[in-house]
């Protein structure tokens, strides 16, 4: 069992910048990928980045790539995502989750773990 605990959400301008984190206990790290994922309300659950368990692959939804940044630190167990520029269209419930393999994947339903979420909210 893994259990993951995000932080790092909250209210910021468009324009600004947060830095969200997850904590991942119960289970090797790095056996695990990561992912992150939002939900805004009325929307499906989407796709934002992945890191495979290396740390040597990463991946971006379109719409956040050049703005967010995927990393994963092994020494704390612990997966970030940087995201800067933040447009009110970002704001959302920030899911971290991991997932067992080393394919990099960005379907929710292929993930094995997740996290209670983080809310993020841009103002315009």
């Known amino acids: 069992q893994v259990e993951l605990v995000e932080s790092g959400g909250g209210l910021v301008q468009a324009g600004g910048s947060l830095r969200l984190s997850c904590a991942a206990s119960g289970r090797t790290f790095s056996t695990l990928g990561m992912g992150w994922f939002r939900q805004a309300p009325g929307k499906n659950r989407e796709f934002v980045a992945v890191?495979?368990?290396?740390?040597?692959?990463?991946l971006y939804a379109a719409s956040v790539k050049g703005r967010f940044s995927i990393a994963r630190d092994t020494a704390t167990n612990t997966v970030y995502l940087q995201m800067n520029s933040l447009k009110p269209d970002d704001t959302a419930v920030y899911y971290c989750?991991?997932?067992?393999?080393?394919?990099?994947?960005?379907?929710?339903?292929?993930?094995?773990?997740w996290g209670q979420g983080t809310q993020v909210t841009v103002s315009s």
């Open positions: 989750a991991a997932r067992r393999g080393i394919a990099v994947v960005t379907i929710p339903t292929q993930y094995d773990y």
């Open positions: 890191i495979d368990r290396s740390g040597g692959t990463t």
